[in-house]
């Protein structure tokens, strides 16, 4: 497959006698797609149905002749100013009661009726004119969907919407207390419209209670956009796309996914290292400007398991951006480098966001390829040798790794509802399994709740997962590698109650979870092989064989056979020797990669890639800091 590059323009923004100035550049760089439209509904539809389409034709006409081919967004996430007159109920609410109102973006309810309709006629009308456009090669839904905390709303639009989705959902209110066991606290319900969100409670809500408005919220994101996919459908045969984020777990993006035919995320590396993930200050410092080693790699896998096979960077970093707490420069040379390494996790193509840094507004002090007076940014350069190097680049497809990781949002949730103390963050529990697997110079593909084939893999692991759905059950009693289940995992039920027989419950496995313990982030129990347990511990009685055990005598790592439970959260020594006696028994062959190095292999290459500030080598060869390199295996 050949790798092709992109990038974010807006041409609502410029002159119009610049755009085929501006075309013919991006043509000259190497660039093969551009995105717009995005956020242009002020433009498109100045006042309620006085449409203004023709600039957008003469924009596709430029770009498109010039021989770019362009991805059309549809311009939901940022609705003008008169749908505010037109529904002034449109806006989302957020936890304490306060309206998120206009003047930035984003500003939308997915339960609001009236929006809803707005968000189909615009979509449709776009559809309609620009279906069959031969320069519209792929679509785009909305921007974002998520960004600024925008899933969840306690607003009436979400409320009346939840008591419908639950009457669908429970066809009775006994059959929901009983679900939710409202006899406690005496929180039955006799009718639907009697159902509050779970905000401005006393003290906590019902966990099942907040967990079914989470799983509501999710399944209105997958409305909305479903609406959009279907109109869009209707006129179009070019791909659908949505550009996901780093660490954006509200809505289930495998059940948005479903619905598109592209993944593809938004990748800012050291904005997430500022922003996103819980580090010390000496990583922060090491990677301020490389972005942390394994979080877009991460990414990567999770969205092309999301697009089943198929996705995209929709927006790459290109410079400093303006929304972290603090905004360096990359290195020279990561701009590229992180375009590798989408490629050789499978991206078909890199987008660099945005093409000219704009000189106003929010994002003025967002870098693009360009400065804002039009001469070349930094990232110019970078970009155009990554256009220049795929044309002889390895046809590098995605190779099928030993290693699988599952991932499922619905645990998030649950466990978001229900910490059970602070530091039990579902993502970090994941990523820092991927971390310890990757550091060992491993490929991981990464799979939904409800995988139903594993026989491809010699080693699945499944941390903190709510409960095993039943494809994942059927698969695992084929599985004849090793599956690593645990710590918190199959421990609740889908309503978030606990299940009898007590957790694990595995096939094949006698343990039971008696009880569970959580510490003071400065609290930890030592394993007798070095290392420790944060955070989460269970106590569990078991007669199987024990691999991994306390000083105190209690059980870690439990099971010797194809099934195995880990009863506690792993800190990095304890995490790397398990990892690491895991893959040797599985037959998996694990590297020790100097610095920072990390790898990844595709059919046919093996790429490197170096995070570090220093030199480092790789089987004899040195790789420069913010240096990749790639050869065939
Ligand atoms: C993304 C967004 C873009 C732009 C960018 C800045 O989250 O989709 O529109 O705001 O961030 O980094």
């Not at 290693?403 to 820092?432: C, H, M, N, R």
Request: hydrophobic share 40%; proline share 7%; with cysteine.
């Amino acid at each position: 497959m050949k790798r092709t590059l992109g990038v974010c323009y807006y041409p609502e923004h410029w002159p119009e006698e610049i755009w085929p100035q501006d075309a013919a550049d991006m043509v000259a760089a190497g660039l093969s797609w551009v995105r717009i439209g995005e956020f242009a509904w002020s433009r498109l539809e100045p006042s309620p149905g006085d449409l203004q389409l023709d600039w957008l034709d003469r924009a596709i006409e430029v770009l498109g002749s010039a021989g770019l081919k362009v991805i059309l967004g549809t311009p939901t996430a940022t609705p003008p100013r008169w749908m505010a007159d037109k529904h002034p109920d449109m806006f989302a609410v957020d936890k304490d009661g306060r309206v998120r109102g206009f003047g930035s973006r984003r500003h939308y309810c997915f339960s609001h009726p009236g929006y809803r309709k707005e968000s189909r006629r615009i979509t449709e009308i776009l559809a309609k004119r620009y279906g069959a456009n031969p320069h519209v090669a792929a679509w785009q839904t909305d921007n974002e969907y998520g960004c600024h905390d925008t899933t969840i709303s306690y607003s009436d639009a979400a409320r009346t919407a939840f008591q419908n989705w639950l009457a669908q959902k429970y066809q009775s209110t006994d059959a929901l207390n009983r679900a939710w066991s409202n006899i406690f606290w005496s929180m039955e319900y006799d009718s639907f419209d009697q159902i509050g969100l779970p905000n401005l409670t006393v003290t906590e809500p019902n966990p099942s209670h907040d967990l079914a408005f989470r799983r509501f919220s999710s399944d209105q994101v997958v409305a909305f956009n479903r609406e959009q996919a279907e109109i869009i459908k209707r006129h179009s045969d070019a791909p659908l796309i949505h550009n996901y984020m780093g660490r954006v777990l509200e809505f289930d993006h495998f059940d948005v996914g479903a619905d598109l035919d592209i993944a593809s995320w938004d990748s800012y590396p050291m904005g997430f290292l500022e922003d996103r993930i819980e580090a010390d200050d000496a990583h922060k410092r090491a990677y301020a400007q490389q972005g942390d080693p394994d979080f877009q790699a991460f990414h990567h896998d999770l969205y092309r398991a999301v697009g089943r096979g198929r996705w995209w960077i929709m927006e790459q970093q290109p410079g400093p951006v303006n929304w972290a707490p603090v905004n360096p420069a990359p290195l020279p040379g990561m701009c590229r480098l992180w375009a590798w390494e989408a490629f050789a996790h499978g991206a078909e193509t890199v987008c660099y966001f945005r093409w000219r840094q704009a000189p106003f507004a929010q994002e003025q002090m967002h870098a693009g390829l360009l400065r804002p007076d039009r001469a070349p940014a930094p990232a110019l350069g970078e970009a155009a040798q990554v256009a220049s190097e795929i044309v002889d680049a390895p046809k590098v497809g995605t190779a099928k790794a030993d290693v699988a990781l599952i991932f499922d949002y619905a645990s998030a949730w649950a466990w978001d509802v229900q910490p059970q103390g602070t530091g039990f963050d579902y993502f970090k529990l994941v990523f820092e399994t991927y971390r310890g697997l990757r550091k060992l110079g491993l490929d991981i593909d990464i799979l939904p709740p409800d995988a139903s084939d594993l026989s491809a893999y010699k080693l699945v692991l499944a941390p903190g997962l709510l409960s095993l759905s039943d494809p994942l059950k059927a698969a695992l009693s084929r599985f004849d590698g090793i599956a690593l289940i645990g710590p918190r995992a199959n421990s609740k039920t889908r309503e978030l109650t606990i299940p009898t027989p007590l957790p694990p419950n595995l096939p094949g496995l006698a343990a039971t979870v008696t009880h569970v313990e959580t510490f003071r982030a400065d609290m930890e129990r030592p394993l007798v092989g070095g290392g420790h347990i944060r955070h989460w511990f269970e106590h569990v009685e078991t007669d199987a064989p024990v691999q991994e055990g306390l000083e105190t005598g209690e059980p870690v790592l439990i099971g010797k056979g194809r099934v195995r439970y880990l009863a506690g959260w792993l800190d990095e020594v304890a995490l790397a020797r398990v990892l690491a006696e895991l893959c040797a028994e599985a037959g998996i062959q694990t590297l020790k990669l100097e610095g920072d190095l990390r790898i990844r292999r595709t059919e046919t290459h093996l790429f490197v890639f170096n995070y570090g500030r220093e030199a480092a080598s790789f089987e004899g060869k040195t790789v420069q800091p913010a240096g990749v390199y790639w050869d065939a295996l």
